[in-house]
């Protein structure tokens, strides 16, 4: 469309330059976007219908191809059905029971998680003995896929609470950690150097300085660590749960549940939603100096 | 005026007595403010500052010039105290402070904190701060974020956060240098009206001769790491560049900075 305007400006333009005596340069069209504002404004509303119809249209077809019977219901039930056991999970107040049960896991590892990557990432950053003593290590256990040390943890905490925390608490220090560290070296040392100058002491000059500066950096490492709990959560809930949505996920697996098991599934997904959303917002109250860039 | 010791080597003895040529002109200004003897810095092997004297006292005005690499911006620095001389004497009033070639304000700090960044945090804090906004004309914008401003009103905001030390000794590291044209001439300007109020004794490096010659009451050449001309401008102002004993002095300088003089004025 807009291809097709800017040809046509071109050509005009080209047209112009035969009555000159001297041929111009060929000008490329920066200009205005070709079309009226009518047009453009029904564009982009298509474009918007268009992603919301795109799912829409997934999920009759799903509905289509279960309902009829091509698909084995126990493989996959149709979103309906998926709607209905949601219903059934609220009526018998699972769902209002595992949601509190899972959060708390998942917030307990993370607070603590996040803590001690916080305090690390800092002593590191700001000290070179913290650097020499904690950064070695923490960057050779960060290789580690978590999961892998599910078994570990079985054996070291048993298949209750402790385990669970355990392992979310371990998975969530990393990028914490990894974020708060490079924010605090990423600080530009000429403010450094500037706050020096005017006799500020390594104390405020780490508060007043390094800290403010370095918090965007730390605050997506601890927005990473809150996918990573949620990963770590349906991790750890595979172990035993005896609440929560794992809990839900484990009776529903062993009863053939599988409109169950998919319902779970969207309740961790909703989760990760959620807790994006409310890192964005703790962002954006942390961070107005930012805002004030972007939303200008 | 008692002066802070930041010299690589400790003075032997008394300090020396004045040695300073413009000992006329040290009546009309205020007391030393810094004092360089022998100084010496070495990077590499190489003598960046290879036994500089040089003497500043309050009132005065003193540009440094030099050819790139000639170790102003090093001596701007040892008179801060962010770097060291390896050999000489060093000694500075202890109220100081910089101006840099960029505003250097701290991005997650209001403006009017910013400029009380040094200033233990009290209920007159924001006075302080507001006062010298004031001075600089943006006090509308104590409560905006550095990144929201112009780089002309981010540099002003650090002449603020300089003034409001009551610095007894002034240093710009090329502080205009950044600056549009336009802006630069509105800041010498500004400046030059600051400086009549707070007077401190000020060291200005600089690349532009005009800039030098406009502001300052005394132009020094470094060159090879030595001071090669340490000259009174003594001018009256404002300046034109019209003059004919700016435009000698403009020659002389041009020629200390092995620049080829410019054709003769007519």
């Known amino acids: 469309m807009s291809f097709a305007g800017s040809a046509a400006v071109e050509a005009a333009a080209l047209g112009g330059d035969q009555h000159d005596a001297e041929p111009g340069l060929h000008l490329v069209?920066?200009?205005?976007?070709?079309?009226?504002?009518?047009?453009?404004?029904?564009?982009?509303?298509?474009?918007g219908a268009l992603r919301v119809l795109v799912p829409v249209g997934l999920l009759a077809a799903w509905q289509t191809v279960s309902g009829l019977g091509r698909v084995e219901p126990a493989a996959l039930p149709t979103p309906l059905t998926v709607a209905e056991a949601f219903g059934e999970?609220?009526?018998?107040?699972?769902?209002?029971?595992?949601?509190?049960?899972?959060?708390?896991?998942?917030?307990?590892?993370?607070?603590?998680?996040?803590?001690?990557?916080?305090v690390l990432g800092l002593f590191a950053g700001l000290w070179r003995i913290g650097e020499q003593l904690f950064d070695a290590p923490l960057q050779m256990l960060r290789t580690i896929p978590f999961i892998a040390t599910i078994?570990?943890?079985?054996?070291?905490?048993?298949?209750?609470?402790?385990?669970?925390?355990?392992?979310?608490?371990?998975?969530?220090?990393?990028?914490?950690y990894l974020n708060t560290y490079a924010g605090v070296r990423g600080v530009d040392p000429k403010l450094i150097e500037a706050a020096k100058v005017f006799g500020l002491?390594?104390?405020?000059?780490?508060l007043r300085v390094i800290l403010p500066t370095a918090l965007p950096s730390i605050l997506v490492g601890i927005r990473f660590s809150a996918g990573i709990a949620l990963l770590a959560l349906v991790a750890a809930e595979q172990i035993n749960a005896r609440s929560g949505i794992g809990y839900i996920l484990n009776n529903a697996n062993q009863n053939q549940r599988t409109d169950v098991i998919i319902a779970g599934i969207i309740v961790y997904a909703l989760l990760g939603i959620v807790i994006d959303l409310v890192m964005r917002w703790v962002e954006r109250l942390a961070l107005p100096w930012r805002a004030s860039l972007v939303f200008a | 005026m008692s002066l802070h010791d930041l010299s690589g080597v400790r003075a032997a003895g008394a300090a020396p007595a004045d040695l300073s040529p413009w000992s006329e002109e040290g009546r009309r200004f205020g007391p030393v403010t810094a004092r360089l003897r022998g100084v010496r810095r070495i990077f590499a092997g190489r003598a960046v500052l290879d036994g500089v004297d040089l003497e500043v006292r309050k009132g005065e005005f003193v540009a440094l010039l030099g050819p790139t690499g000639t170790g102003k911006t090093t001596l701007l620095r040892i008179l801060a105290g962010l770097d060291r001389a390896d050999e000489g004497d060093v000694g500075?009033?202890?109220?100081?402070?910089?101006?840099?070639?960029?505003?250097?304000?701290?991005?997650?700090?209001?403006?009017?904190?910013?400029?009380?960044?040094?200033?233990?945090?009290?209920?007159?804090?924001?006075?302080?701060?507001?006062?010298?906004?004031?001075?600089?004309g943006l006090v509308r914008h104590a409560d905006a974020w550095p990144r929201t401003l112009s780089g002309g009103e981010a540099q002003r905001v650090a002449l603020a956060r300089a003034l409001v030390q009551e610095p007894a000794l002034l240093l710009l590291d090329e502080p205009f240098a950044a600056l549009d044209a336009l802006t630069r001439i509105r800041m010498h300007g500004l400046v030059q009206q600051l400086l009549r109020r707070h007077s401190?004794?000020?060291?200005?490096?600089?690349?532009?001769?005009?800039?030098?010659?406009?502001?300052?009451?005394?132009?020094?050449?470094?060159?090879?790491?030595?001071?090669?001309?340490n000259a009174p401008v003594d001018m009256p102002r404002p300046r034109a560049r019209t003059d004919r004993a700016f435009e000698n002095l403009r020659q002389r300088l041009l020629a200390k900075l092995d620049v080829a003089a410019d054709e003769p004025p007519i």
């Open chain 1, 89 to 118: 999970l609220i009526g018998t107040g699972e769902l209002q029971a595992a949601i509190p049960a899972s959060l708390h896991r998942a917030l307990t590892g993370l607070v603590l998680g996040a803590s001690t990557g916080l």
């Open chain 2, 200 to 229: 401190p004794g000020v060291v200005l490096v600089t690349h532009d001769i005009d800039e030098a010659l406009s502001l300052s009451n005394r132009v020094v050449v470094l060159n090879g790491g030595r001071v090669r001309l």
């Open chain 1, 29 to 47: 069209d920066l200009g205005a976007k070709a079309g009226p504002a009518s047009e453009r404004s029904f564009l982009s509303a298509a474009r």
């Open chain 1, 151 to 176: 078994p570990l943890f079985i054996i070291w905490f048993g298949i209750g609470e402790a385990a669970k925390v355990a392992l979310i608490y371990a998975a969530t220090i990393f990028p914490v």
């Open chain 2, 92 to 136: 500075v009033a202890a109220a100081r402070s910089v101006v840099f070639q960029e505003p250097r304000l701290v991005p997650a700090l209001r403006v009017w904190r910013n400029v009380v960044i040094g200033h233990r945090r009290s209920a007159a804090s924001r006075k302080l701060a507001a006062a010298a906004l004031d001075e600089v």
């Open chain 1, 201 to 206: 002491k390594p104390r405020q000059i780490s």
